[in-house]
């Protein structure tokens, strides 16, 4: 025991033992929190307050930490935790135990709040000494229903004894039933659906003269104070309501850890938006009314993108299966004259359900890249998203994708992905707003694109890939002056690499990690080109084009056969309000960090997204010094097959 604790402990007692009632006036002045860990009994001079229990009736052998996986089941409109069929009534019960300390009968109130711990800002802003500004963001709630201020307690009597007080309670979307995610009369709950990660829960009692002095918008966190939101946290824990003098403010120990953990087997749903052929629609692959309630992806069908348009050789070959060889690259790559390749656009399937399949049984779901016939020619991008959004998480995936190069160091022209993708482009789903000249407008619109103080687009990538990894140490190409635009429409950057980085190192790919933060000049170390980053002790260094350019990426070489040849891998973003943690490894427990940026050099997204893994077919130009082009690559002999084993965000 510290001297500090030690001294702290012995004053305690004493006064316990000389002015009991001064005691109580001075646990409640300043209405400093104390966690029930620290203290079981919790007082102030009109009541007592001991034995928080957040959550009673879900887990009853977890004292300290229970822990909750997200039901799916008929998720669409938004997640609630609990649901019914994981407690009576969909309902957290929760109790506590109040004693009156005045001698005579006492008319009290309490409130119960919840907040996600995981992901948030610190509701107390050290250097303005004010409200973090951005706490207001934090995912807290009170009350389903905003309209319920604090809930008056049955009168307890001086009889000094502490008497049982039950409710209920429950985590929901848009806690504060704000009307950004309201339209024509319909609560959107899903569009803020619950985070995942931790939430801790605090109860506030107090008498009826606290209570009158509590403002509005803290009684009812669906109103703001001049356009504000007011985190109520700070203000119990930092502000005025530390102030209170018969009001207690207990956050309790206890704490809920709510999880995503889809069953991948329970079927993959379509939507016809962009396709009508039903011909494979199967029982775990479709459009029907049990598959929109129950599937928790869908089959990823991207619009055509014209930017992948490419005079394409006409060769059919397995690269990795038939060791293609760079001797056959080099000589299919010089050998056809232009009227004999075929031009083409990389597509998704026009036959949903026929290239994923959710397998049940093994819970896990499969895609594969179709191989193609002469007279048939296509290169098909394959994959699956998530159906639900969620801001911020640990979004983790065990797989076995594709391996990239053959046995030669020739690659097959596949770029493996696991990125996250803005769930909607629309107001309610826009970025936070960047004060210091705004976002480019749009994802395509190029460097003449206008600029404007809020979007919607964002997106998290891992793309791994046969291209150097390259971090040139000035803009390169210089401000797009080298840039020439092909007969594809396609800018072809007219550059020639370093020796060191233009050599093809046969066993290796590269892994990007790349945040798309629309070029929002905001973050204080804002930059172009390749600069350094520490973190952890590792060095990481971040490129950007130049200063429209839209995304902020890093590089790493690793090894094909480690990644893609084992019988599966585990990748993980690491999404929070400040940072972006890129992670692979063979084990959970002994993954390493591959890339690494804070809010000090990118902007880091603040709205809803999906997850989405892909097999694809890039466009090489995007890649500038890649060792192989697209368009040289043969067309897939066979079905390039990819595996999903499992699907967690913690």
């Given at each position: 025991?510290?001297?500090?604790?030690?001294?702290?402990?012995?004053?305690?007692?004493?006064?316990?033992?000389?002015?009991?009632?001064?005691?109580?006036?001075?646990?409640?002045?300043?209405?400093?929190?104390?966690?029930?860990?620290?203290?079981?009994?919790?007082?102030?001079?009109?009541?007592?307050?001991?034995?928080?229990?957040?959550?009673?009736?879900?887990?009853?052998?977890?004292?300290?930490?229970?822990?909750?996986?997200?039901?799916?089941?008929?998720?669409?409109?938004?997640?609630?935790?609990?649901?019914?069929?994981q407690t009576a009534g969909g309902e957290f019960t929760f109790r506590f135990e109040l004693k009156n300390n005045t001698s005579a009968t006492?008319?009290?109130?309490?409130?119960?709040?919840?907040?996600?711990?995981?992901?948030?800002?610190?509701?107390?802003?050290?250097?303005?000494?004010?409200?973090?500004?951005?706490?207001?963001?934090?995912?807290?709630?009170?009350?389903?229903?905003?309209?319920?201020?604090f809930k008056e307690i049955p009168a307890v009597p001086a009889d000094n004894a502490y008497h049982k007080i039950e409710g209920t309670i429950s985590i929901v979307g848009n806690p504060r039933n704000e009307e950004r995610y309201i339209q024509n009369g319909e609560n959107n709950r899903w569009e803020r659906n619950p985070r995942v990660g931790n939430y801790s829960f605090l109860l506030v009692v107090c008498t009826g003269k606290d209570l009158s002095a509590i403002p509005e918008h803290i009684k009812y966190i669906s109103k703001k104070s001049e356009d504000h939101f007011v985190n109520p946290y700070y203000y119990y824990l930092y502000g005025d309501g530390k102030n209170l003098s018969n009001s207690i403010a207990a956050k309790a120990p206890m704490q809920l850890k709510v999880v995503a953990k889809p069953d991948l087997g329970k079927g993959i749903y379509i939507d016809e938006g962009r396709s009508a052929d039903r011909t494979s629609y199967c029982a775990t692959c479709g459009k029907d009314t049990n598959l929109y309630n129950i599937a928790p992806v869908q089959q990823f069908m991207n619009y055509v993108d014209s930017s992948t348009k490419m005079d394409n050789i006409p060769v059919i070959a397995d690269v990795l299966k038939d060791n293609y060889s760079?001797?056959?690259?080099?000589?299919?790559?010089?050998?056809?004259?232009?009227?004999?390749?075929?031009?083409?656009?990389?597509?998704?399937s026009k036959t949903p359900c026929k290239t994923v399949v959710s397998n049940p049984k093994e819970k896990k779901i499969i895609i594969k890249n179709p191989g193609t016939k002469f007279g048939e020619w296509k290169k098909e991008s394959v994959g699956i998203t998530t159906r639900h959004g969620f801001t911020y998480g640990?979004?983790?995936?065990?797989?076995?994708?594709?391996?990239?190069?053959?046995?030669?160091?020739?690659?097959?022209?596949?770029?493996?992905?696991?990125?996250?993708?803005?769930?909607?482009?629309?107001?309610?789903?826009?970025?936070?707003?960047?004060?210091?000249?705004?976002?480019?407008?749009?994802?395509?619109?190029?460097?003449?694109?206008?600029?404007?103080p809020v979007v919607g687009y964002s997106e998290i990538d891992f793309e791994i890939l046969k291209t150097p990894p390259y971090c040139p140490e000035n803009v390169f190409p210089p401000v797009y002056k080298n840039a020439q635009m092909n007969s594809k429409n396609v800018c072809a950057w007219?550059?020639?690499?370093?020796?060191?980085?233009?050599?093809?190192?046969?066993?290796?790919?590269?892994?990007?990690?790349?945040?798309?933060?629309?070029?929002?000049?905001?973050?204080?170390?804002?930059?172009?080109?390749?600069?350094?980053?520490?973190?952890?002790?590792q060095s990481f260094y971040t490129h950007r084009w130049d200063s429209n350019y839209r995304a902020l990426t890093e590089k790493k070489e690793e090894s094909d056969d480690e990644l893609f040849r084992s019988d599966y891998f585990y990748f993980e973003i690491d999404w929070q309000p400040t940072q972006i943690t890129w992670r692979i490894g063979k084990e959970l427990n002994n993954m390493r960090v591959v890339g690494y940026m804070n809010d000090a050099v990118t902007s880091i997204p603040n709205n809803q997204m999906l997850l989405v893994i892909t097999q694809e077919y890039h466009n090489t130009s995007w890649w500038p010094g890649a060792p192989y082009a697209q368009d040289k690559i043969p067309f897939p002999l066979n079905d390039i097959t990819g595996q999903i084993f499992d699907l967690t965000i913690e």
């Open positions: 025991m510290s001297m500090k604790r030690f001294l702290s402990t012995y004053f305690f007692y004493l006064c316990l033992c000389c002015t009991g009632l001064l005691l109580l006036l001075q646990a409640c002045s300043g209405n400093k929190p104390v966690e029930e860990k620290e203290k079981k009994e919790l007082a102030c001079a009109a009541f007592s307050i001991q034995n928080i229990v957040p959550i009673a009736n879900y887990q009853p052998d977890s004292t300290a930490h229970k822990i909750i996986y997200l039901d799916y089941d008929h998720a669409m409109d938004g997640f609630r935790v609990p649901t019914v069929r006492e008319k009290l109130f309490y409130k119960i709040y919840y907040q996600n711990e995981s992901y948030k800002f610190p509701e107390f802003d050290s250097l303005t000494k004010k409200e973090h500004e951005f706490a207001e963001e934090n995912f807290y709630g009170s009350w389903e229903n905003t309209g319920t201020g760079q001797m056959d690259y080099n000589w299919n790559k010089s050998f056809y004259k232009k009227n004999e390749l075929i031009p083409i656009v990389v597509q998704t640990k979004y983790r995936v065990k797989v076995k994708m594709t391996e990239l190069l053959n046995k030669n160091g020739v690659w097959n022209g596949i770029t493996n992905a696991i990125w996250l993708l803005t769930q909607q482009q629309a107001e309610w789903n826009s970025r936070r707003n960047c004060s210091k000249d705004g976002y480019m407008a749009t994802y395509w619109g190029g460097a003449g694109d206008k600029r404007v007219n550059v020639s690499l370093p020796e060191d980085v233009a050599g093809n190192n046969n066993d290796k790919i590269t892994v990007a990690c790349t945040n798309w933060d629309m070029a929002c000049h905001e973050p204080k170390n804002f930059s172009v080109d390749c600069n350094e980053i520490q973190h952890n002790g």
